[in-house]
């Protein structure tokens, strides 16, 4: 069962399932946004990409981080994906991720893309 993120319940009152391709992403954005030692009982857990939203801007902190979101994807969800890529874009203040997998289970390509930061006028 591939559970909804965030928790919740559906119209009949059971826990909220997701497809296998909405779950996978879910997870991804889950590790993205965890900063490490935010979760007690896995204190390496998470990329703390969501503190790059209010980072400068630079070529070399978003290569710093494709490297640190890839080996975190690696080691948390390495039973479900293969990382084939990640870019990391940073323009007027929104942080773009895009990562791009196989799924294990069933030798699929995906691409998830994230957004942070943006404003809207």
Sequence with gaps: M??????GFDRSGRTASSSQA????????????TAPGERVNRPTFGSGTGQLVF??????????????????LQQWLS?????QSVQVSTAN??????VQYMTVQN?????ATFVYGSVTP
């Design 2 to 7: 591939n559970l909804a993120f965030p928790y």
């Design 22 to 33: 909405q779950h996978l992403s879910d997870l991804i954005g889950q590790v993205l946004l």
């Design 55 to 72: 980072a400068p801007a630079s070529d070399t902190l978003a290569a710093a981080q494709q490297q640190l979101i890839q080996a975190a």
């Design 79 to 83: 039973d479900l994906i293969r990382v």
């Design 93 to 98: 203040g929104t942080l773009t991720i895009t």
């Design 107 to 111: 030798n699929q390509p995906a691409t």
